[in-house]
């Protein structure tokens, strides 16, 4: 079955350090993969979304994923982070039937 | 100011009483979904529909319910049957060949 992990439930960074999160999916040779984020008690905003081209994807907030088809990949990083990043981050593929899966999530903390 | 409105933002449920939370878009996006999130579960799919008064089961649509007789509304009622309701709901819209979800800001139903 599709299937879209990501190994970290929880990470813990100083501010202004770098970051990356990791996550791997499980179907397609050409996949559709989002990243998005989720402040508490909100919604989920779209950070970047990579679809076929360029495999490093730049989003919003400073944001950049790296699509590597020999791994499986779509790890998300940021080269300085900021007390406001800390949040929850999910990784989906879609499977082109119009739906998405959804790793289980990363919980990014940041100590100032 | 167009995007995916919710509401209500809170809602209590008594045992045996269903219940509706509503899910409006003015994105004239033709798909709309419903998920379920649970504490260290991720984004769980209730029910989806791709075109008005068509609608599909996702993972987790026993005890929920819904309609599609718009294109800017699917509202989702939860039943008397769903005895584990508590939990925080997620409406999402996608219109575009990118198939890329835009989410609502969610509705927390809690069981008194």
């Known amino acids: 079955a599709q299937s879209v992990t990501q190994p970290d439930i929880h990470i813990t960074v100083s501010e202004g350090a770098s970051l990356e999160l990791r996550c791997n999916y499980s179907y397609g040779a050409t996949p559709y993969l989002f990243w998005y984020v989720q402040s508490p008690g909100q919604g989920l905003q779209l950070l970047l979304k990579?679809?076929?081209?360029?495999?490093l994807v730049q989003g919003i907030k400073g944001f950049e994923a790296e699509f590597k088809r020999s791994q499986s990949s779509f790890n998300l990083r940021k080269p300085s982070v900021h007390w406001s990043d800390a949040a929850e981050y999910f990784c989906?593929?879609?499977?082109?039937?119009?739906?998405?899966?959804f790793g289980q999530g990363t919980e990014l903390s940041v100590k100032p | 100011d167009g995007g995916i409105t919710q509401s209500p933002k809170y809602l209590f449920r008594k045992e045996g009483q269903n219940v509706t939370l509503s899910c409006e878009q003015n994105?004239?996006?033709?798909?709309m979904y419903w998920y379920r999130q649970d504490p260290g579960q991720g984004l769980r799919l209730i029910y989806y529909?791709?075109?008005?008064?068509?609608?599909q089961k996702g993972d987790i649509a026993e005890g929920y319910s819904v309609s599609r007789e718009k294109k800017e509304s699917f509202p989702l009622t939860v039943t008397s049957a769903q005895k584990n309701p508590t939990a925080f709901y997620l409406c999402?819209?996608?219109?575009?060949?990118?198939?890329?979800?835009?989410f609502g800001p969610g509705t927390r139903l809690l069981v008194l």
């Open positions: 989906a593929e879609g499977n082109q039937g119009g739906k998405l899966i």
């Open positions: 529909s791709q075109i008005v008064n068509d609608f």
């Open positions: 994105l004239n996006h033709d798909a």
């Open positions: 999402a819209s996608s219109g575009d060949s990118s198939e890329t979800q835009y």
């Open positions: 990579y679809f076929s081209g360029d495999t």
